[in-house]
């Protein structure tokens, strides 16, 4: 089994900054991509970004491209994401997620592994 923990969360005002942790133990060797995912009230759970094991693909959605940044740290088994020029519409619980499959993916059924999340909330 693989645990991911996330961390930087919190409260921030609209053009601020935060990064984004996750620190993955366990079976941390079976993990190959991983992924950035939020789900705002009321709204279904939405891919934000991946990065595949080697740190060297990543995928963004159009919604934070240019703004957040995913990065990984292997030696620490943790993934980040960098977010700035924030929105009150990022305003979201931020879920981290890993896949046992090479590759990276923009679908939920594909992360096999879940954090528990991290309050986001961006004030106007």
């Known amino acids: 089994q693989v645990q991911l923990v996330e961390s930087g969360g919190g409260l921030v005002q609209a053009g601020g900054s935060l990064r984004l942790s996750c620190a993955a133990s366990?079976?941390?060797?079976?993990?190959?991509?991983m992924g950035w995912f939020r789900q705002a009230p009321g709204k279904e759970r939405e891919f934000v970004a991946a990065?595949?094991?080697?740190?060297?693909?990543?995928d963004y959605s159009d919604s934070v491209k240019g703004r957040f940044t995913i990065s990984r740290d292997n030696a620490r088994n943790t993934v980040y994401l960098q977010m700035n020029s924030l929105k009150p519409e990022d305003t979201a619980v931020y879920y981290c997620?890993?896949?046992?499959?090479?590759?990276?993916?923009?679908?939920?059924?594909?992360?096999?592994?879940w954090g528990q999340g991290t309050e986001v909330t961006v004030s106007s």
């Open positions: 990065i595949n094991l080697s740190g060297r693909t990543k």
């Open positions: 997620a890993a896949r046992d499959s090479i590759g990276i993916s923009r679908s939920t059924p594909n992360y096999k592994y």
């Open positions: 366990g079976r941390t060797f079976s993990i190959y991509g």
